[in-house]
């Protein structure tokens, strides 16, 4: 059997002492090289952000598709680093590059706890971005759709939260559209509050489509959910007021589908009226 020998066993105490101290120096130092390098690259994404303000014409300030695409694609390169880290270091990034693309302002609705509410707000936009705050998700909504940029943080519509029904066809806030979901990271599949905004409804690659639905006179031998299985769609109530639904279906949707068509037909109103990218699942830990 061979036999291995303490290499260590001549070495004094402090001589030991001295080697782990050197050794911890050395990784010191390597923490303020990789630091500094950080610290570049920050500024070198600074410029860009400068760089996409001068080029972009007429394009929204904030892009809730790309940007849930993008980090949704950086967790999976990630590696052992939690999905939270990730999404909460690009939200501060992509905060402090939206404030330089463009005068972006959130509308905070306090109907909710309002250490909750900023709770959620820092984690998913991070903490550049100029916020508003008011009583009521209505003022926060009216508030938002007057200014150009401007996003509306509101609790997910469902129970009580019936500020949803103004960004039906007919509603007072018609061009709103609900675009993300907060938190972002979370494994529950319907959020604890959403961001709407004008911006444009676009796809991120895994998400939700919200349809707002008035069914009409539909006789008593059917039901909506069975009308919107019947047109290819797997639905899920979240929010109904009087003659008012509001469903989920797990695929974009866009306006144009053929299958809205089809319903808007059958129904009194059908309208998509946002498109929710699905959080990022936390990391399971290795058995």
Do not use: C
Request: glycine share 6%; hydrophobic share 40%.
């Amino acid at each position: 059997m061979t036999e291995f020998k303490n290499t260590t066993s001549g070495i004094s105490s402090s001589e030991k002492k001295t080697t782990e101290k050197l050794s911890m120096q050395t990784i010191r130092t390597e923490i303020n090289r990789v630091d500094a390098a950080l610290l570049d690259l920050i500024a070198e994404r600074m410029e860009l952000a400068q760089a996409v303000r001068r080029a972009k014409s007429g394009v929204d300030v904030w892009r809730p598709s790309r940007e849930e695409s993008h980090v949704r694609d950086l967790v999976k390169k990630s590696g052992e680093i939690s999905p939270e880290l990730v999404s909460r270091i690009w939200a501060e990034l992509t905060s402090a590059s939206l404030t330089l693309q463009g005068p972006i302002r959130l509308h905070i609705s306090l109907a909710v706890d309002a250490l909750t509410a900023r709770a959620l707000v820092r984690d998913r936009f991070g903490g550049a971005i100029p916020t508003n705050t008011y009583p009521t998700e209505s003022a926060a909504l009216a508030a938002a759709q007057a200014d150009p940029e401007g996003v509306a943080v509101l609790p997910a519509p469902g129970g009580m939260n019936n500020w949803w029904t103004a960004l039906g066809p007919q509603g007072a806030a018609s061009d709103m559209h609900i675009l993300a979901g907060l938190p972002r990271t979370e494994g529950q599949v319907w959020p604890n509050a959403v961001a709407v905004s004008k911006a444009e409804k676009l796809p991120s690659g895994d998400d939700q489509s919200l349809l707002y639905i008035e069914a009409g006179d539909i006789g008593a031998l059917t039901s909506l959910q069975t009308i919107l299985e019947n047109e290819g769609f797997t639905p899920t109530l979240r929010a109904e007021l009087e003659t008012l639904s509001l469903y989920s279906v797990p695929e974009f949707v866009d306006s144009s589908d053929p299958r809205i068509t089809a319903l808007q037909s059958k129904l009194k109103t059908v309208a998509v009226v946002g498109i929710l990218p699905s959080p990022i699942p936390k990391k399971r830990n290795k058995a």
